[in-house]
């Protein structure tokens, strides 16, 4: 399991309109592109051999499945942000402002009342 | 020596300046009662006339990230740029370029590591929506220089709620010795109980409306022994996942000194109890 490493694709999707736009359109595609030219990236000349991710976590970020991303410990904020982007406007074009908001808090019911999975990597 | 004229602690609600300067008829209906209360909140800073900004905040994974992140950071460039591509899309924030006060930021550092706060430090900060918030609503002409402090309210482990606090009263020491005929404000922002990505986001109140009542009384009176006895990590978590950003009104309490706010305001907004605070420091006795 990498937590670091699932938050290094949220992170580096998420600030890139054109990174954001092929997970939205081609997420398999493009989970593997990431996985092989942008995930081991530490700058321009060095890369890192340290982190993979694991058929789950892969599964989950293909699938846009915020729950099981959720559940494996992906950092909140980033697991929001990234998920608003990519669905905020459709739902809102359907069902109203913060309709998508609410989607993925009931998503999540189940969890109320309890620990939530740590966020710490 | 300089003189601290004002701390303010307040919420950074993203949405402010969207809700209240869309058409009137697409406006929530709390839009008029929030745009009066900021700039109610506003006049406690223009009355005080500051020259520099002390502005503490916290990076949302926009420019620092888990290969590198530090736990307190301070800024010391000579400008600051604002707002990242990410919070333009999702918030509608304007860019800024803020001017910094090198000056300060450096003496700033070095009183702090004299204090056992070995902070991090940058000369390249670009500052994100936590910082840029207060401006909208407190300074919206973003003429002052700052001297921005990053903490981490984000990436667990956290620093204790005391660190916090001792951290406030660090900032205060520096603040007043710093040799300088400058009035200084300190405004920090931060939250108080808050679900970002989880069950309880985007009610139509905060996840703990009780948390919220208590921790507004603790903060308006000063009362800093209330909450570092009940407040953890823990029961923070309990009351919102992103709860922890109660930890900077700790540090802005820490800068005030365990007094009663000069200035308390709040609304019951979805999702959220925003809250604004003020404090004018006493001069200091001869």
Excluded at chain 1, 49 to 74: C, N, P, W, Y
């Amino acid at each position: 399991m990498s937590k670091y490493y699932v938050n290094k694709f949220l992170f580096t999707v998420d600030r890139d309109p054109e990174l954001l736009r092929r997970y939205k359109e081609e997420p398999r595609a493009f989970v593997a592109t990431w996985e092989q030219s942008i995930g081991p990236r530490l700058n321009d000349a060095e890369r890192s051999t340290v982190h993979s991710l694991t058929d789950e976590e892969r599964q989950a970020l293909i699938d846009h499945d915020f729950v099981k991303l959720f559940e494996m410990g992906a950092h909140f904020f980033l697991s929001l942000t990234i998920f608003i982007a990519l669905y905020d406007e459709e739902y809102m074009q359907r069902e109203g402002p913060l309709a998508f908001q609410r989607h993925f808090a009931k998503e999540l019911a189940h969890w109320e009342g309890k620990e939530y999975p740590s966020v710490a990597c | 020596m300089a003189e601290l004229c004002a701390v303010l602690a307040t919420t950074h609600h993203p949405f402010y300046l969207k809700a209240t300067t869309m058409p009137p008829e697409q406006q929530i209906p709390q839009a008029p009662e929030w745009k009066r209360k900021i700039e109610a909140y506003r006049e406690t800073l223009t009355r005080a006339k500051p020259d520099i900004l002390v502005m503490i905040g916290a990076d949302h994974f926009h420019q620092v990230f888990l290969d590198n992140y530090p736990q307190f950071l301070i800024g010391k460039a000579p400008r600051y740029d604002a707002t990242f591509y990410n919070e333009i899309r999702e918030f509608d924030i304007p860019t800024y370029v803020l001017e910094g006060h090198e000056e300060l930021s450096d003496y700033m550092l070095r009183g702090l590591m004299d204090r056992s706060f070995d902070m991090a430090f940058s000369h390249e900060l670009k500052i994100d929506h936590s910082i840029i918030c207060p401006i909208i609503t407190t300074r919206p002409e973003a003429d002052l220089p700052v001297v921005p402090i990053y903490t981490n309210i984000f990436a667990p482990p956290l620093p204790s709620p005391r660190r916090f606090w001792e951290l406030g009263c660090a900032i205060r020491e520096v603040i007043d010795s710093y040799p300088s005929d400058k009035r200084i404000a300190a405004i920090g922002s931060g939250h108080l109980s808050l679900e970002l990505g989880g069950p309880r986001q985007f009610r139509e109140t905060g996840p703990d409306p009780e948390f919220d009542r208590q921790a507004i009384e603790w903060i308006s009176t000063g009362n800093i022994e209330a909450i570092l006895e009940n407040v953890t990590h823990e029961s923070m978590a309990k009351s919102g996942n992103a709860t922890h950003g109660f930890m900077d009104f700790i540090l802005m309490m820490g800068i005030a000194g365990a007094e009663k706010a000069d200035y308390v305001d709040n609304l019951d907004l979805f999702h959220t109890m925003e809250a604004y605070f003020t404090w004018y420091p006493k001069e200091k006795a001869a």
